[in-house]
């Protein structure tokens, strides 16, 4: 083909370390965050939130508040009846409450005023008349209780959904090993606390159209979400994601306060602004699910599984939001990191009265990977195998499908494993499971855990035949290149791999090309910055798009010089003959001739990820071009006086396929570190136990994160195999390595004081407990007891590939559906 | 977040309060004299975002936790959320926007950039100038006098490491020393 590079090409952007292309305007408090908009004759607006749990809403008297000068409009629940959700099966959200709030925090209305403080001060004076509701406050009382039912949908009584899966015959797995284990475990949840509140502002213009600007990682999807709700054709709203001050899956839901401020900003006809208090940031959550966890595992001697039965309990709070495919995700990376040749997944979400739950960095996969590596040390000591080996000797293979049809490309985690396990000595400092012969002295301990991620789900939110990602660009006759997208910069630099995949393609500088991105009216969707989709698909689509464009321009620059298109190279800002470079124009020129023979130059690319092998319901969930692989040491220093875990150092190796800039890579492993660091010892989003359920610690003096003084020293390995399905080969890296760490630190605190802490966070209290009983010749272990006894259903039985299964499921042999 | 005004009565004394005159205060912002007015229960924060359009200076927690707030008063750090605006009169106060010099980036807003110290950038200016006030004092700090002199500011994203290593980059172009970021700070480790 003309002018196509190929892999032998030198690379001169990718793989290098530029500044991204944001970078200097957020050092100089340049870059415009949403509540750093203001626009002439804004109002501001208060959401009014319930008290109360669960409750009935009799009435709402806005009167009194009406009558405060300086308020413009208020509005309720009635003002928006359709009902929206980010999943098209629990569209189950109002943006305020119409007949009853579900938690504390729920929104009830919407008050529009000259300024936050007067309408705060209405918002006070809104009366509603409530009548409470039994609450339902965990997983156990949403399965024992049916009614008061939180939502009137669901598989039955407070229960959101039950999956029952299972891939070959898991029994049959269990007959044929040499040791069966048991273990429990449960994850608290947490939250993403992105440094910035999430904010909106909402304009209606004398069109009658709307524009919002808003603190999104989705902005196609709220895009959705407004046309549904307002009524209004999608056509004459726009929707522009602005910078977002950290996102986490924090900001990917459409928002109560992102449709209110649109209403108001309708009925006011002035421009209307909402900034969250952090304490309404906490109660806005879509943050980590707490889950209760089960393995049931066989395994040979020689550590190799024969099959695995693994059932979740998700607290899934009081909405919907991504939650039924995080139910899917609790169970569906199970098998790509070891081989599991029959697997059963039984997974339950709850609705419960409190901050709906959704996703947060790993969506679904961290707590079941905690209790994975976690259940997996307790294997190894029983088999009096080392860690290290039992992992290593057991891995997926490349280019392999799973038992529950998840098609591994390139698998790099030997690699990974190889290189913490060196760089941190582990054969010097990890002496066997036998407690008398240390090698670290008592209270000084050290742990392995791997794991694995998506880099993209493989299919949209709604179900459709169109790409997840779109790029258009843009050439200018003087040389400047714009690249389009509607991908989402949340800090991870999603803007500036645009930038380096183009101009490497292009040859020229990434300074030379202006990123317009996350605009429903300029930009061609992207989904949205989740599930790590975004430099693998946006980067996919820009090759085409660029290598469309070079096409161009070596056609045109070939005829002009008269030598043949596969000679033609570009490359610093020149389009030149590769056998004579002396013969070539500048790009500008380029582009002046492709112009002139072409008429106006811009080209699309985009990208659609391949097609699943598997076809049974609920095998969208799990399916991804590529995955990476990570692997971690930690070493811990316990105090066994006080059960304070310090940690010391987090060796990583993260399996990145190609790095697109190195330097980049490196924030997001440290970054991701740093939150696995932070879950595994102090996040917690925890409620009083009684009848209120009330948030412990909704703000940041309360909920603990890392400061520079927890965190720990990071040794970080890049592992470089290229995925043919990434750009470049590129896979992704900004929620992988948060994986591995929480379950290090856990294996690495019994490995100092001999406790195992089967429960997230791990904390001081914990470790004295298990401590303590230990001392007393009990079972050093603090952790969940028993499961839930739950009446699953008949699981959808599916044929492994080794078995010779084609994806879909068994026919069912059952009397009833 | 339920506190406040409970009945009309009360409503109208606080509307009184807030119908008064503005107050007027002068002050030396990022080297310019400067006049504002503005409402006395302000914060400097809230003078700061909304009164002097100076949106660079951040909010985060509301209570003095999170140091997106961060400005230099007098030349030293301070939570800007937790000073009232009426107590910068006559002060010297400097935000991110006066960092630079003229069209000159600051050394360390330029190492920040270069090397990813800013993900999302939202907690950026309130570490660069923390970071601004330690190399004032100390022109040579160690990794754990970095550490601590940065312990008030948290973000979300970095983890911190690039945001020592760019101070350190900072100081040593600030001291007239060539340094570069060592090799697995880009690459990882070989």
Redo the contacts between chains.
Sequence with gaps: MSGKRNKSTPLNVVGK?F??V????????????A??I?LPRMLYCKML?S?LPHALIKNIDLS?AL???GVFAIITGKDLPKSYGILPVSQDEHALCIDKVRFIGDPVAAVAAIDE??A??AM??IEIEYEPLNTISSIDEAILIDEPRIHDYGDSGNIHKKVSLEFGTVEDGFAEADLIREDVFFYEGNT??????HAAVAHYDSDNKITLWSSTQTPHYVHRALAKVLEMPASHIRVIAT??????GGKSDPFNHEVAVCKLAMITGRPVKVTL????VFYCHRGRHPVLMKFKTGVKKDGAITGMHFQSFLDGGAYGSYGVASTFYTGALQTVTYDVPRYKFEGLRAFTNKPPCGPKRGHGTPQPRYGLEVHLDKIAEQLNLDPVEIRRNHLVAPNTVTANYLRIGSMGLGKCID?VAE?SDWKNKFSGWNGNSRKLPLGKGIGIACSSYICGAGLPIYWNNMPQSGVQLRLDRQGGVCVMCGSTD????SDSILAYIVAEVLGIDPFDIRVVTADTDLTPVDLGSYSSRVTLMTGNAAIQAAERARELLSMAVAEKLGVPIENIGLAERRVFDVENPELGVSFAEAVVLAESKYGTIGTVGSYTPPRSPGKYKGAGVGPSPAYSYSAAVAEVDVDPDTGIVVVERIWIAHDIGK?IN???V??Q???????GLGEILMEEMAYRTNRNVVHKFP???EYK?P???E?CD?????IEDPDPNGPFGAKEVGQGPLLPVPPAVANAVYNAVGVRIDEVPITPEKVMKALREKARGRDGRFGPGAVPAVDWPEPLRVLTPAEGGDGKELPKVAVHS | MFLGIRDSAELALYSTLQMKTKSHIRFRLNGEQTEVAFSPHKTLLEVLREDLNLTGTKHGCELGECGTCAVLVDGRSILSCLMLGLDAEGRDVKTIEGMAHGAELHPLQQTFADTGAAQCGYCSPGFLLVAEELLKKNANPTRPEIQEALSGNLCRCTGYIKIYEAVELAAAKMRGEEMELPREAVYGLD
């Design positions: 370390p500044r991204k944001d970078a200097r305007a957020k050092c100089v408090g340049q870059t415009k965050f509540d750093d203001v939130r008290h009194k009558a405060v000068p403080d007067v705060f001060d006070n004076l993403h606390l992105p440094m910035e509140q910078p977002n001050g950290g996102g986490f208090t952090r304490e309404e290189k760089g949340i800090g991870q630099g790095s190195p330097m980049l490196m924030g492993v440290e970054g991701s570190v740093y939150m703000s940041m003096l994160s400061t520079t003084m965190m990071v040794k970080t390995y890049l």
